[in-house]
């Protein structure tokens, strides 16, 4: 066979001989394959059926096209690697010290420090042997801010970094506290007048992800605050610029890669724009950290994978300075091995996977670059309502806090009927994985300057995605044995088995055992190895043709040998059956009935 010659000409143009596909041509194929789901639409409302909308209302369409693409350029940040921050909270200095070197030494180029948990006074222990002029310092006080940054400014040298991590604002979403900008505005004189290297200002985003809130508020909480620390600065004397270069920004970074690289594009173009309104110049200053909310006591190596991605979303929207949280951090006080996994996965993204080697990789994306600009307008949109309200401190009081509340009773429903799925939680739950301990403490970003719940004077609630379901597995281990349902498995392993694992999947969901009956349609048979069981709880399992022929008597049967309650797996209604289980049911409500008709006190 004889292959003819190519010229480099024909190799211009892949699609070159190829039909120009149309949007049309794409509705029409995805309306055919939705109406074998059931689905009765016309190919032009195929594109809406497969549209999802995020908590803050932006539309996530299945397709994107050129014409998507915004007209307004985007700040970026310059090519290069990112900081590779690390948070240290553990309160012996001898330790935290340590473990700083260790950080230095294996690829971290900044540090937190959480002084809520590290008492001020020991910064000069802490500290002993870092290089401040090559190793910036952040730091995280909340009411000891004043005195933190008096003990770290003692020991700042010519050419010092950082941040000295004043937020009053941010404190008071914490914790209730009175709005005072007062030391806020004197360290910020400070800095710019003796310490160029430093900033004074944290404007921190966290509070209000770890509410509940979702990433358009956070991003228009953020600016708000940014806007009103500006006033102030600049009402002290500051310049617009000088004003500028003291304020840093904190967010989160969560495993929904898109959303996170889109709120941090997002942020970039919004605080150009404060920048255009007020006359200045100031690119924003950008630390992104892996989400609190987001992380898991229960299977906590999955962690890992969460902050992966986060860190690879913050790498590529454009994050200046990155914190991974170790996998361990909401069990207590990290140990070294999930330290090291934390900064390792940072010097994989940037040294190996090459992430941080061109800017702004996600430009030109078509959903990305619309995303980012749908998110940066209902932000704005959001920012404009809290300045209507009186600025930051005002809206503190009543609208931001009824605002997000309302958005963390929409995500609890969904994390309640598992449409957010938390992998190893509420999904693929292990009921004999073995119990990971660490030392207790401060372990969590978003427990720093508050406390879990909301601190005790006030201020917005902390919350993890996970604590519904945990706190139910918590429950079930507590018992002398462990709580358990009975699965009454219908026909043949082929007929049963999907449902059969549905089921065992959210009962584990809960701590809750399962324990099947086997293959068989015999009603008798099935009773018998319910009444082995133990428990008055059971659930069929079958195919829908199968709970046509046997559910009632199935359900018949096991109600005479003492079934309290009886659960379905699948849709529809049959005689002798409670309720049914299914695909975005409330799992939640299953698990809470289930504990009470077992009698497990809750």
């Known amino acids: 066979m004889t292959v003819p010659p190519v010229e480099l000409d024909d190799l211009a143009d892949p699609a070159a001989g190829f039909p120009q596909a149309t949007r049309e041509q794409w509705r029409t194929l995805a309306a055919e394959v939705l109406r074998r789901s059931g689905w009765d639409g016309s190919p032009g409302e195929a594109e809406a059926a497969l549209t999802t909308t995020t908590y803050d209302g932006v539309a996530v369409a299945p397709l994107y096209d050129a014409a998507d693409l915004p007209a307004a350029p985007r700040p970026t940040r310059a090519p290069g690697p990112w900081d590779v921050r690390q948070r240290h909270a553990d309160p012996d200095p001898a330790v935290t010290r340590e473990a700083i070197h260790a950080d230095l030494e294996n690829g971290v180029t900044s540090l937190w420090l959480d002084l809520n948990a590290i008492d001020p006074a020991a910064l000069p222990a802490v500290l002993d042997g870092v290089l401040l002029d090559l190793a910036p310092v952040v730091l995280d006080a909340g009411p000891r801010t004043a005195e933190a940054a008096e003990a770290f400014l003692r020991l700042a040298v010519e050419g010092a970094a950082g941040n000295l991590g004043a937020d009053p604002l941010g404190l008071a979403a914490r914790t209730g506290a009175t709005v ?3 030391a806020a505005v004197a ?3 400070r800095c710019a007048v003796d310490h160029p290297g430093l900033r004074a200002i ?12 979702a990433d358009a508020e956070e991003l228009g909480c953020s600016v708000a605050t940014g806007v009103a620390y500006l006033r102030a600065l600049t009402g002290a004397g500051l310049t617009v610029e000088q004003a500028f270069g003291q304020l840093e920004f904190r967010y989160a ?14 942020a970039r173009r919004l605080w150009a724009r404060v920048a255009e309104v007020v006359g200045g110049l100031g690119a924003q200053l950008q630390h992104a950290v892996t989400s609190s909310a987001m992380m898991t006591v229960r299977d906590p190596w999955v962690n890992m994978l969460r902050t992966t991605v986060a860190c690879f979303a913050a790498g590529v929207g454009g994050a200046d300075a990155v914190t991974v949280q170790p996998f361990d951090a909401c069990l207590g006080l990290p140990d070294a091995f999930a330290r090291r996994i934390a900064r390792n996965t940072q ?4 040294e190996e996977a090459n992430v941080a080697r061109v800017a702004d990789p996600a430009g030109g994306s078509w959903y990305v670059e619309r995303l980012s600009d749908d998110l940066a307008a209902r932000a704005w949109e959001w920012f404009q309502e809290i300045e209507r309200a009186g600025g930051m401190a005002a809206a503190l009081e ?17 994390l309640a009927h598992r449409r957010d799925p938390i992998t190893g939680v509420s999904e693929f739950p292990d009921l004999k994985e073995r119990p990971v301990s ?15 719940g909301g601190a005790p004077g006030g201020g917005l609630p902390v919350t993890r995605y996970a604590e519904e379901f945990e706190a139910l597995r918590d429950l079930a281990d507590a018992q002398p044995s462990r709580p358990a349902v009975f699965l009454a498995t219908i026909g043949p392993v082929a007929a049963h088995t999907a449902r059969a694992a549905f089921a065992a999947n959210l009962f584990a969901a809960g701590g809750v055992a399962t324990v099947t009956s086997g293959p068989g349609t015999d009603p ?6 319910f009444r082995d069981c133990g428990t008055p709880v059971a659930c069929l399992c079958s195919s829908d043709r199968l709970y046509g022929e046997h559910a009632p008597a199935v359900a018949a049967a096991l109600r005479e040998a003492g079934a309290r309650t009886i659960w379905l797996a699948g849709k529809g209604e049959y005689e002798g059956v409670d309720a049914t289980l299914y695909a975005g049911c409330d799992a939640l409500g299953v698990l809470r009935a289930t504990f009470d008709e077992l009698g497990v006190d809750r």
């Open 202 to 213: 944290t404007v921190d985003a966290l509070p209000y992800h770890d509410a509940g809130g």
């Open 180 to 182: 005072d900008t007062g």
């Open 398 to 414: 009543r609208l931001v806090p009824e605002r997000l509340a309302a958005t963390r009773a929409g995500r609890a429903d969904n």
């Open 187 to 189: 360290l910020a004189r």
């Open 524 to 529: 008798a048979a099935i009773a018998a190895a």
């Open 347 to 350: 010097a994989l993204l940037v």
């Open 438 to 452: 660490r030392r207790p403490g401060p372990g969590l970003a978003a427990t720093s300057g508050g406390a879990s």
């Open 253 to 266: 970074a969560t495993a929904d890669q898109f959303l996170t690289i889109a709120k941090l594009r997002a």
